[in-house]
């Protein structure tokens, strides 16, 4: 099974960019079309949250119209710069479910299960599980033990070394740890928020985080400096679950098509 992971699209609108420098619109449609192209087809893509810049509903309109082009079912999960109402309004029902007031919800058609958990907090930057969506998570997870499962939502619950996760926080993280913890299946917490693709074991797996497809963190481990980034080429990742039950990441950058070149074998002398 292969599957697609794009975050932090961030589409301003139509006709603007994000932060008006970033032509994320741009970037999306680079990135739909590289995934489109792959000789080994990806099952299914999911959308790690901040679809949209500020969660008005042409973002999502746009954002959708660009997401159809997937020629492989897509699932979408909101970020903090997203408005569930506005993102729910366009991708519901379809591309993510809603449970109660949040979007999160399992998909079970594939060799690995998908879980979407919903982690945005109300006008707030930092991720949150509240009692009731912890308790949802759980129930997911307790319907079966045996399926390996992914769990995507946006942010990463654990604090990552840049602003994004320890400033900004994660309300939760606790008790998400010792649900995580009782469940051996679980085979990687996918994440986006913080621009830059990252790896920690934590709480029996794996958390990672994927690169935004246009703005990446400038990296500043000592937490001093507000938060910046710099424009990059589109970028996204691909989760291949092997026939030897082997998750492996591949982070693939989208650069102008260059000639490729043989390795050869030189013997030394």
Known sequence: MLIAQISDTHIAGWNKQAYDVAPMAENLEKTVKHINQLKLKADVTIITGDIGNTG???????????LEKLD???????G????RESLFSIFGNFHCFRHHEFIQYSINDYSLRLIGVDSTALSKPGGELCGARLRWLEHQLIQDKEKPTIVFMHHPPLNLGVAESNNDGFIGALELGIILEKHNNI?????GHVHLPIFSQWAGTIVSTAPSIG???ALDLTLKDDSKFTLNTPTYQLHHWTPENN???HTVTINKKAETYPFEYISAS
């Open 215 to 217: 703005m990446t963190l």
């Open 56 to 66: 008005k509903k042409e973002e999502y309109e746009q954002a959708k119209s660009i």
């Open 247 to 249: 998750l492996i990441t």
């Open 72 to 78: 492989m079912p897509y699932f979408v999960i909101p």
């Open 187 to 191: 085979k990687r917490i996918l994440c």
């Open 80 to 83: 903090n710069h997203d408005s």
